[in-house]
């Protein structure tokens, strides 16, 4: 058995393909035109990460081929609320600013996938109008970008440069609100590591983004990509800090209930012992204990693939 995680493989661990060797590959990327999504639809068992790569993988899927619905998840031990006060404390942020988050790598915004044309125009619209508003990034690549960005953009930000995950939790419960400008994703993944910090989020209608950020519930979902939008949003939280603490507190319950690693890996782990057993009997043999083991570790694996 293959399980690629990593749809860039896609194509290469097609070629190992036995009799024995059942492949499950994961398209998280959603992109009409991306090279790899043949070579995933092509797998024994596709495997979406969001709705929108479940539709293009079933136009793609040889045979009328099953695909797999397996959303992303998030580690709940982990990712938890921390006090913010102390969170802004270990990370060196006053407590005077209103912080709004956003974690990434600047390199994965390739062909706009990011929208962090978006961002920068919503760093420069929020602050000029507010200039106790901080918008605080997290990840690599981000020192070019503030050298070129203008210093209207370079005084509205704090980088925080790469974070270890260990610090992550304490960065996500820092800000007051985290915001996503996606054009293109599977989760994102830091959507559901701010929701389940108990910090609300304004995020783009893309991957998993409807399901999890509702309307003056855990967030808000902004419709289009206009930099406006998000202006609005932001200052109505900004304003509004008893709405702010109903949007935690209804983010961490969710993502208890809903979208924790345990709950989005069985229906994998159950698939992969599905076709482990129709391939080789022996396997029917498995324990529990086993099977669990397997699911730490796929799990694992798979938010590595979709960490920072």
């Known amino acids: 058995m293959l399980v690629n995680l990593d749809p860039w493989y896609a194509a290469a661990i097609l070629h190992h393909r036995t009799p024995s060797n059942v492949v499950f590959s994961v398209l998280h990327h959603v992109n009409a035109d991306d090279p790899n999504a043949p070579s995933v639809a092509s797998a024994d068992v596709p495997v979406a990460a969001c709705e929108q790569a479940l ?27 921390h006090s913010k006060s102390s969170a802004r404390q270990t990370l060196g942020i006053s407590n005077d600013s209103f912080l709004v988050g956003y974690s990434g790598k600047y390199s994965s915004d390739y062909g706009g996938r990011k929208g962090l044309d978006i961002l920068e125009s919503v760093i420069r619209k929020l602050t000029s109008i507010d200039d106790r508003v901080r918008f605080v990034l ?36 820092a800000m007051d609100v985290f915001v996503s400008t996606s054009r293109v994703e599977a989760g994102p993944a830091t959507v559901l590591e701010s929701l389940a910090c108990g910090t609300p989020v304004v995020a783009s209608k893309t991957g998993v983004v409807p399901k999890v950020v509702v309307d003056g519930r855990t967030g808000v ?64 043999r498995w324990t529990g204990p086993e099977m669990s083991q397997l699911m730490q570790r796929i799990g694992a694996i798979y938010e590595r693939r979709i960490s920072h």
């Open 221 to 284: 979902c902004v419709q289009g990509d206009s930099a406006d939008d998000f202006v609005i949003a932001l200052v109505n939280l900004r304003d509004d800090p008893e709405l702010r603490t109903q949007l935690a507190s209804n983010a961490r319950s969710m993502i208890e209930n809903c979208w924790s690693w345990e709950s989005k890996m069985t229906p994998f782990v159950d698939a992969i012992r599905q076709r482990l057993c129709e391939s080789d009997q022996k396997v029917s």
């Open 55 to 81: 539709k293009l993988l079933k136009q793609l899927a040889p045979d009328d081929r099953e695909v797999l619905l397996i959303e992303n998840g998030v580690d709940v031990r982990r990712f938890v609320r």
């Open 138 to 173: 997290c990840g690599k690549g981000w020192d070019h970008w503030l050298d070129t960005a203008g210093k209207d953009v370079r005084d509205g930000v704090i980088n925080l440069g790469f974070l270890p995950s260990s610090h992550l939790p304490q960065f996500y419960s």
